[in-house]
């Protein structure tokens, strides 16, 4: 089995094979020394169902035609489906180019292949990090904008930390089920990670009127004057530049990370590009089509 541990300088995560234990050598990352440990200090990820497997059809016809001069004129096309229907009437189709006079013969091959059905826990995953990329990628903009603007006037500060903190937070804060583990964090980052997420629970998520009762923070806030009003700040302090700096970083370590797990979901369960469009991910346990072409509206 496996042994999974992380770089005790950036956080990187490491494996390893049991005849590596006690070896030394440079973290892939930030090239740091590190000893392989005994036993694993990170979760092995939960056991995946076995994907499920589907007869699919693909059809190769190859037509000739005469072109100009008599040179031939050949047009290959491809069909995959698992409906047997749909692959017999494709294939009368393209017979009556033949009849037309279109093409004067052609090549027809039939195949069943196996198609693999990926398991809800792997399309629970790509789903959470692709709620993630999509989160971090706006974040990555906003972040540069706010550390390029040296004139902010406080309220936009305020305006784009509300903003900066419910992009980051919001993949951490999901069900469990597609919430976006803290162990993608590297270590060296987990300090400005928590400071972004208590700054979300306490000011953006939600007051709580008995927290006092068990110990945590609860609605001590400062309530200004000015002279003849008064009112309670919930969205201050304003993110500082160290702040924004570190979770800039970390956002760019986090985007190609997610988009590399998204890949390779794609690769192993898409082989072939998607017609442009938009489709709906089923999330059911034994979906009949795990990936549909969405209805219009």
Not at 109 to 117: G, Y
């Amino acid at each position: 089995m496996e042994l999974k541990f992380e770089c005790p300088t950036c956080g990187q995560h490491i494996s390893a094979t049991p005849a590596q234990i006690g070896v030394t050598a440079s973290c892939p990352n930030c090239k740091a020394a590190v000893t392989v440990p005994k036993t694993s200090t990170l979760p092995h990820p939960p056991r995946q169902t076995k994907f499920r497997e589907k007869k699919r059809r693909e059809t190769t016809v190859i037509l000739f035609g005469t072109g100009v001069a008599g040179q031939a004129e050949t047009k290959e096309v491809k069909k995959s489906t698992d409906d047997p229907v749909e692959a017999r009437n494709w294939l009368i189709d393209r017979l009556s180019e033949i009849h037309a006079g279109k093409y004067v013969g052609g090549i027809f091959d039939q195949e069943t292949v196996e198609v693999m059905m990926p398991s809800r826990t792997e399309r629970l995953a790509f789903w959470r990090d692709e709620y993630a990329l999509d989160s971090f990628t706006v974040l990555q903009r906003l972040l540069a904008f706010m550390l390029s603007q040296s004139q902010q006037g406080p309220q936009m500060r305020t305006w784009l930390t509300v903003s900066a903190t419910v992009l980051y937070a919001r993949p951490f804060k999901q069900r469990p089920e597609v919430r976006l583990a803290e162990d993608d964090v590297p270590i060296k980052y987990r300090e400005v990670h928590n400071e972004v997420l208590n700054y979300h629970d306490k000011v953006i998520a939600h007051r709580d009127p008995n927290s006092h009762k068990r110990d945590v923070w609860g609605n001590e806030l400062p309530i200004v004057s000015d002279g003849s009003n008064i009112r309670i700040p919930t969205t201050n302090p304003a993110m500082e530049d160290h702040i924004a700096g570190s979770l800039l970083e970390l956002v760019e370590i986090l985007i190609p990370a997610l988009r590399a797990r998204s890949s390779s979901f794609v690769s192993k369960y898409l082989p072939g590009p998607l017609a442009p469009g938009v489709y709906v991910l089923s999330l059911e346990e034994n979906p009949a089509k795990w990936l549909t072409p969405a209805t219009p509206t």
